[in-house]
């Protein structure tokens, strides 16, 4: 198992998923880690953590992920 320390600032937004997402299948194929990447990256400064998993979900539902071929969870949180 890798590790690794980060500090983590107030405003810092933690997303942790599980591979229902990541490894999530639709018609594009994989929807992968990269396209979470970018997309967090994309939002707004200050975006709370409802409005990523809200962003999260509506990217899922744009790409057509096979919600019934694997779980999908998603958690986010900030420390102010």
């Known amino acids: 198992?890798?590790?690794?320390?980060h500090p983590f600032h107030p405003g810092d937004l933690l997303l942790?998923?599980?591979?229902?997402l990541t490894e999530g299948r639709g018609?594009?194929?994989e929807f992968g880690e990269?396209?979470?990447?970018?997309l967090l990256a994309?939002?707004?400064a200050g975006a709370t953590p409802a409005e990523a998993?809200?962003?999260?979900?509506?990217e899922a539902e744009r790409f057509g992920l096979?919600?019934?071929?694997?779980?999908?969870?998603?958690?986010?949180a900030t420390l102010d």
């Open 16 to 20: 942790l998923c599980t591979d229902g």
């Open 1 to 5: 198992m890798d590790r690794a320390q």
């Open 42 to 44: 994309a939002l707004p």
């Open 66 to 76: 096979d919600w019934r071929r694997d779980d999908v969870t998603v958690l986010a």
């Open 53 to 58: 998993v809200r962003a999260l979900h509506a």
């Open 34 to 38: 990269r396209r979470i990447a970018e």
């Open 27 to 29: 018609p594009g194929g």
